[in-house]
């Protein structure tokens, strides 16, 4: 039986290291992607919450007085 030439080892290696490198490189690009789209996501929340937030704060409009003065009973003799 003949030898494989010692560089066919090197080559076999290499080539698998290099389909390694593009698998890697792909799921690095997936990823990054995947973050960028959960960075908008998380900034599109955030002001979200700061919006809601400003309309918590504000503080709720006063209830107009409408209430007819002939509508008020006078006052009792008897209040001192």
């Known amino acids: 039986m ?13 080539d698998n290291l290099e389909t390694l490198f593009d698998h890697l490189e792909k799921t690095t690009q997936n990823l990054d992607e995947v973050i960028g789209d959960g960075q908008q996501q998380f900034e599109e929340l955030k002001r979200r919450v700061e919006r809601l937030a400003k309309v918590v704060q504000k503080k709720p409009p ?9 509508d008020e ?8």
Do not use: I
């Open 2 to 14: 003949t030898e494989p030439a010692p560089n066919s080892e090197f080559f076999k290696r290499a």
């Open 73 to 80: 009973s006078p006052p009792s003799e008897h209040a001192a």
């Open 62 to 70: 006063v209830p107009n007085d409408n209430r007819d003065q002939a």
